[in-house]
């Protein structure tokens, strides 16, 4: 059964770059054929999604988020990551990992507070 | 970027009923979508892969349909667990999109 856990800040300043980590527990990330992606929610809203890597380190990013995205995969500790900078009270939201369309970890909220 | 716009915002039913939900495409995404379900607190939970396949573990009430750009989700008989948000996601095109969600509630 695969597993994916989110860990980082739960606070982060505006302005500055929130940095989250999703180790993948019951599988590889090297297995291929899966999509590691990062989906958000704002509070009490739907679902954004965010961007993926795949095993490769071929990546997609929303076009909304593209030019403060980066997602990362470091296949040695079986996890990927999500950069977003710049941020503002607006990226205030609860962020999932997932192996789409499947597996989703059970998310962390980041709030975006001074 | 793809649309998705579901139908109804919320739907008030009883346990017993049978529920059907509408998930409608701005442009074909052929039979790439998805269904889940999200209770309060929880990540979301795969219900249905390629507009109609069930996926591991879902009960058989759960019945997807559709292609092109109009779905449908039908849960033949409402039980208790059932009451949730339900969403769709295009899976054709990046980047891959949500709708808006529907809620069932009692």
């Known amino acids: 059964q695969v597993q994916l856990q989110e860990s980082g800040p739960g606070l982060v300043k505006p302005s500055q770059t929130l940095s989250l980590t999703c180790t993948v527990s019951?599988?590889?990330?090297?297995?291929?054929?899966?999509?590691w992606s990062w989906i958000r929610q704002h509070p009490g809203k739907g679902l954004e999604w965010i961007g993926y890597?795949?095993?490769?380190?071929?990546?997609y990013y929303n076009p909304s988020l593209k030019s403060r995205v980066t997602i990362s995969v470091d296949t040695s500790k079986n996890h990927f990551s999500l950069r977003l900078t710049s941020v503002t009270a607006a990226d205030t939201a609860v962020y999932y990992c997932?192996?789409?369309?499947?597996?989703w970890g059970q998310g962390t909220l980041v709030t975006v507070s001074s | 970027e793809i649309v998705l716009t579901q139908s109804p915002v919320t739907l008030s039913s009883s346990p017993g009923e049978r529920a059907t939900l509408s998930c409608r495409a701005s442009?074909?995404?052929?039979?790439?979508l998805a269904w889940y379900q999200q209770k309060p607190g929880q990540a979301p939970r795969l219900l249905i892969y390629?507009?109609?396949n069930r996926a591991t573990g879902i009960s058989a009430r759960f019945i997807g349909s559709g292609s092109g750009t109009d779905f449908t989700l039908t849960i033949s008989s409402l039980e208790p667990e059932d009451f949730a948000v339900y969403y769709c996601?295009?899976?054709?095109?990046?980047?891959?999109?949500f709708g808006p969600g529907t809620k069932v509630d009692i």
């Open positions: 997932a192996r789409e369309p499947d597996y």
């Open positions: 019951g599988g590889s990330i090297n297995s291929g054929g899966y999509y």
């Open positions: 890597i795949y095993y490769s380190g071929n990546t």
């Open positions: 442009q074909s995404v052929s039979s790439y």
């Open positions: 390629d507009a109609s």
């Open positions: 996601q295009q899976r054709n095109n990046w980047p891959f999109t």
